[in-house]
């Protein structure tokens, strides 16, 4: 079955330190894939896409992602933490057959906590 | 530009109430759809629809009914409202979808609205 994990449901990090948000799908194809990031009490927000043009991927405040087809995975990735990134961060796939019924598979979440 | 605006914001209501969410994007986006996010469960699909007249079934489409006459509406009606979907719900659109294609627009999200049943 084709599915979306991401592989930690909490991630705390120091600010200022490096943060590493980790996302494994399962697919046959290449899919489209988008990180979003949903603050408290608010809708998700697009971080960033991938569809099949550059592996490495660079979003808004800072984060990036790059896609490895060897790996399956899409790690969300920031030089350095602030503050204002504690939120919740979705991880979404887009399948060719599988996942949900209009395609799109996301991810449980995965929260994210900076201590100061 | 508004986006996706949803209401209301919050709403109350008592089991067996009947009550609908509204959702209107001004992007004239092709693609809408509901979800519904509960803690430690993500977000799950109610229905979505791929254009106008056009509404399918989602993961968890059971008290829920959509319809879709213009492209910029999409509400969600609660037919009998139960404790059990308490929730909050969220609306989203893109320019495309196309389920098994393999590829997406981005979703634009609304800010959600918090219903909860007593």
């Known amino acids: 079955a084709q599915s979306v994990t991401q592989l930690d449901s909490h991630v705390s990090v120091s600010e200022g330190t490096p943060v590493l948000l980790r996302c494994n799908y399962s697919s046959s194809y290449s899919p489209s894939l988008f990180w979003y990031v949903q603050h408290p009490n608010k809708g998700l927000q697009l971080l960033l896409k991938?569809?099949?043009?550059?592996?490495l991927v660079k979003g808004i405040n800072g984060f990036e992602a790059e896609f490895k087809k060897s790996e399956t995975s899409f790690h969300l990735t920031k030089p350095s933490a602030h503050m204002s990134d504690a939120a919740e961060y979705f991880c979404v796939v887009t399948l060719y057959s599988g996942g949900g019924a209009d395609g799109l598979t996301f991810g449980k979440g995965t929260h994210l906590i900076i201590q100061p | 530009n508004a986006g996706v605006t949803q209401t209301p914001k919050f709403q109350v209501l008592k089991t067996g109430q009947s009550m609908t969410l509204q959702c209107a994007q001004d992007?004239?986006?092709?693609?809408m759809s509901w979800y519904r996010q509960d803690p430690g469960m993500g977000l799950r699909l109610i229905h979505y629809?791929?254009?106008?007249?056009?509404?399918d079934q989602g993961e968890v489409p059971n008290g829920y009914n959509v319809s879709r006459s213009t492209t910029e509406d999409f509400p969600l009606r609660l037919l009998s409202a139960a404790p059990s979907q308490t929730s909050v719900y969220f609306c989203a659109s893109s320019r495309n979808n196309i389920p098994g294609q393999g590829a997406s627009s981005p979703l634009h999200f609304g800010n959600g609205t918090r219903l909860t049943v007593t």
């Open positions: 629809s791929v254009g106008a007249g056009i509404t």
């Open positions: 992007m004239n986006h092709e693609y």
């Open positions: 991938y569809t099949s043009a550059a592996t």
